[in-house]
């Protein structure tokens, strides 16, 4: 992770996180929305919260 504002046409209210492979995407994707959405899962549901996340390049 790293603070966003570094980057053009970012805030400090920004992150930007790379990733490598795409299981590890989806892994931290729904990992991050159920810490920002309160409802946090034991790591080994990672790829069981996955539905409806959209991917962004």
Do not use: W
């Amino acid at each position: 992770m790293r603070r966003g504002e570094t980057f053009p046409g970012l805030t400090a209210d920004h992150l930007r996180v790379t990733v490598r492979d795409p299981d590890t995407s989806r892994a931290f994707a729904a990992d991050l929305a159920a810490i920002l959405g309160g409802t946090a899962r034991p790591r080994s549901a990672a790829g069981a919260a996955t539905a409806g996340l959209e991917e962004i390049r």
